[in-house]
């Protein structure tokens, strides 16, 4: 890395920040303060929290890393693309914090680069399953129903069941997928024309070619390891 660092920006995905791993949380504040601080931006790609049961769910953790991304944005910007885990993240969470929630997937111009983020679980496989069950999880008036119809508690256990579900999924998923769903990303290219993807989900660093375009792989944190991704005008690297 530069010892004069040139105007660049900063991409992490998978924290899966929850209560229970408070070394994560302190690791996340330290890497505000340390790295996303000499940043024109960060952007954290999905996956953001292990965990998001709504924007009404309240404890110290959640507050915590609330005040910390406050303090952040009062000087740096921060955009979040929620991921399957987050999808729930909302308006209310981005006034708290003073991020900025995005799509998935958006299209931004970095440095003269047309850039795709996504958090990448809508592109793993294009299975008719699959392709439904996205059909449900992300329409927004099944969103609104999970959320005001069903108590936070009830929310609260049902998470606990899907978490365990999700974590015996997440071990199988990383020893099959290593890419995008090449059809998926061939969609993805004929509809934005990048010329570079940046994603999580498969909590694997990794940079290759598909399609003609340079795709960027996120690794997850864990309660050791702040990876993210470098990009200025002129590098682009994992650190
Ligand atoms: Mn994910």
Redesign the pocket.
């Known amino acids: 890395m530069n010892e004069i660092l040139e105007p660049h920006v900063i991409f992490i ?2 924290l899966h920040l929850l209560a229970a791993a408070p070394r994560k949380t302190k690791n996340f504040i330290k890497f505000l303060a340390e790295i996303a601080s000499q940043a024109d931006a960060l952007y954290i790609l ?2 953001f929290f292990d965990i998001w049961l709504g924007d009404d769910d309240q404890n110290e953790f959640i507050t915590i890393i609330k005040q910390a991304l406050r303090n952040h944005t009062v000087q740096h910007a921060v955009y979040l693309l929620p ?3 987050d999808f729930l993240l909302g308006k209310q969470f981005a006034k708290d914090t003073g991020v900025k929630l995005l799509y998935d997937p958006t299209l931004i111009d970095l440095y003269g680069n047309p850039t795709l983020l996504l ?3 809508k592109e793993c496989s294009n299975s008719l399953i699959h392709n439904i069950y996205l059909k449900v999880v992300y329409n927004q008036l099944f969103q609104r129903l999970f959320t005001n119809l069903l108590p936070l508690m009830f929310r609260q256990k049902l998470a606990n069941k899907m978490r365990k579900i999700s974590v015996e999924a ?1 071990r199988k998923k990383t020893s099959t997928i290593k890419k995008l769903n090449r059809e998926k990303v061939l969609a993805l290219k004929n509809k934005y024309h990048p010329t570079q993807l940046i994603y ?4 694997l660093s990794n940079q290759y070619q598909e399609l003609g375009i340079n795709c960027f792989s996120l690794p997850a944190w864990d309660d050791e390891a702040t990876p993210y991704l470098y990009i200025s005008a002129t590098q682009q690297e994992f650190a």
């Open positions: 995905a998978d999905g996956d991921g399957n885990r958090h990448g679980n997440n999580g989900h498969l909590h």
